[in-house]
């Protein structure tokens, strides 16, 4: 999301965005703000890693792209255990071990290195 762009509603509790009148789970918000948006980052480049792999009929590598798209939505608290019933320490390794994956992976398009 651009700094311009207005942000999505949000339901009374804070837990889910609602966007074109759908509801979805939103981002942890104690993941730091560097640490969402290299996982952000990293989420864009697997969607474009998902639709070359579909344009090029690779299974395989739609499959990767997919696994690293979840392990970002997992990473920011979007997927898996809702992170208000995660205590913090959980949070935090949800977060670090997801962002470790990713920068593992070593597809990140013009990500700084930190």
Not at 34 to 48: F, I, K, P, W
Not at 49 to 72: K, L, P, S, Y
Request: proline share 6%.
């Amino acid at each position: 999301m651009t700094a311009d762009a207005p942000k999505p509603a949000r339901t009374p509790d804070g837990r889910y965005v609602i966007i074109d009148g759908r509801r979805w789970r939103a981002t942890d918000p104690d993941v730091p703000e560097d640490v969402a948006a290299r996982l952000r980052s990293h989420l864009m480049a697997a969607r474009r890693a998902v639709g070359m792999a579909r344009r090029a009929q690779d299974t395989a590598a739609e499959r990767a792209a997919r696994d690293r798209v979840h392990t970002a939505k997992v990473a920011l608290g979007e997927r898996g255990t809702p992170w208000w019933d995660q205590q913090e320490p959980e949070r935090r390794t949800r977060w670090s071990d997801g962002l470790a994956a990713l920068d593992g992976h070593g597809d990140q398009e013009g990500a700084d290195e930190t």
